[in-house]
């Protein structure tokens, strides 16, 4: 009898996490040309790599609550980050960080808020697309939901600074953040209790 989810090789990793960017980017560049959307700009300064550092540590500290503190959120987290993980070595994660980070945020909050109108409701849209992406089976909503809500962050820091920059750093920093911290100490410490 064959697993449902086979594991993936590191190549197979890495090269989804490469794709999905790629595809993002390009869905993104061809909505801005097809609908003229003006996006939002990469405007850059220390200050507001700072509220990103900030915002991705706040976003890395409450995922590791939630996870210490919600079995089924800890567990749909387990079951999407070991297919993620398990396969890379020591140091991948900043391409866990890196790419998703860049390309998720230039489609997200950089094309889809001002695609969509800039508001609250580009913003809900937004963030939900966004979580949806990250549900790969129906067991794994906490975890989609909780994409959901840090969507919502990324996108009201992009809406308040005017800038792209806040989010992706925000991004980055949350990804390699929680990549590092589930390899170095996620589920192994918990297989007695599932």
Request: no cysteine; proline share 6%.
């Amino acid at each position: 009898m064959q697993p449902e989810n086979p594991p993936l090789t590191r190549t197979q990793v890495l090269a989804a996490i490469a794709l999905t960017a790629l595809a993002l980017v390009v869905l993104g560049t061809t909505w801005m040309r097809l609908l003229r959307v003006a996006p939002v700009p990469w405007r850059f300064s220390l200050g507001l790599v700072g509220e990103g550092l900030a915002l991705g540590g706040a976003i890395a500290l409450a995922g590791a609550g939630l996870y210490l503190g919600w079995e089924r959120y800890r567990r749909a987290a387990d079951s999407y980050l070991a297919r993620v993980l398990t396969p890379l070595r020591p140091g991948d994660e900043i391409w866990l960080g890196l790419l998703p980070g860049l390309s998720e945020e230039f489609l997200f909050r950089g094309v889809a808020l001002p695609g969509l109108g800039n508001g609250a409701l580009a913003l809900i849209l937004s963030s939900s697309i966004f979580g949806l992406l990250h549900w790969a089976e129906r067991r794994q909503w906490p975890y989609s939901l909780w994409a959901i809500a840090v969507g919502f962050g990324f996108g009201a820091v992009t809406l308040t600074t005017g800038s792209l920059v806040p989010a992706i750093v925000a991004h980055v920093t949350a990804n390699t953040l929680a990549g590092y911290v589930w390899r170095t100490r996620g589920p192994d410490r918990n297989q007695g209790e599932n």
